[in-house]
């Protein structure tokens, strides 16, 4: 709604925590939950990119949890921490969302 009228924004979801989970390829997705079923986020993360969501991974909880990039889905960039991105992000003009 907000594009078809017009408006300029930018979203960028940082994933941090247990939310993590959903950017590991199916890979490493099984690896870590002890599952065969592949990331059921998949379709859903991809989606969000379609639509221009950027979307970064805490290096912190990466390095936390033993994640390296190749651990990713494509496209997910790294970011040196939560906590600071979200500081810079806020630093920029951002308006912090959280569920």
Do not use: W
């Not at 930018?10 to 690896?31: P, T």
């Not at 079923?37 to 909880?61: D, K, S």
């Amino acid at each position: 709604m907000m594009r078809e009228q017009g408006a300029v924004f930018r979203i960028v979801g940082i994933y941090k925590g247990d939310a993590l989970y959903q950017m590991l390829n199916d890979r490493a997705y099984n690896r870590v939950r002890q599952v065969r079923t592949g990331n059921p986020y998949l379709e859903l993360v991809a989606e969000l990119q379609r639509e221009g969501v950027e979307i970064e991974a805490c290096g912190n909880t990466m390095h936390l949890r033993g994640f390296g990039n190749s651990d990713l889905l494509p496209g997910i960039r790294v970011n040196e921490g939560a906590l600071g991105r979200t500081l810079q992000l806020a630093l920029d003009g951002f308006v912090q969302l959280e569920p």
